[in-house]
């Protein structure tokens, strides 16, 4: 994973989970999941629905999610109290960099 991207700098990884903050203290968090589907995942997810790549709903929690697809495994993105259009925006531009 990545160690910045845009106004994000990694702050934590652990277990395949990468946490990045900016500098308005906003939370990013992105993890890759070899050998998992989109499709597998979004089985978890309610209110789900589609922005472009991203495949979005929200965790048992209520934290919105987002899913796609690259490398060939599944890729989750996840921030705190962001709508979805805000949540994809900054996802696209992570994996623009992770790619």
Not at 13 to 30: L, P, R
Not at 50 to 62: E, I, L, V
Not at 64 to 92: K, N, Q
Request: proline share 2%; with cysteine.
């Amino acid at each position: 994973m990545l160690t910045s991207f845009g106004d994000f700098m990694l702050d934590t990884s652990q277990d395949g989970a990468s946490t990045c903050k900016n500098s308005n203290g906003d939370s990013f968090v992105a993890t890759h999941r070899p050998g998992e589907t989109v499709e597998a995942n979004t089985a978890r997810l309610t209110d789900i629905g589609k922005a472009g790549k991203w495949t979005c709903g929200k965790d048992s929690y209520g934290m919105s999610m987002c899913l796609t697809e690259t490398h060939s495994d599944a890729v989750a993105t996840l921030m705190l109290g962001r709508p979805f259009s805000t949540l994809t925006e900054i996802s696209d531009s992570f994996l623009e960099a992770w790619q």
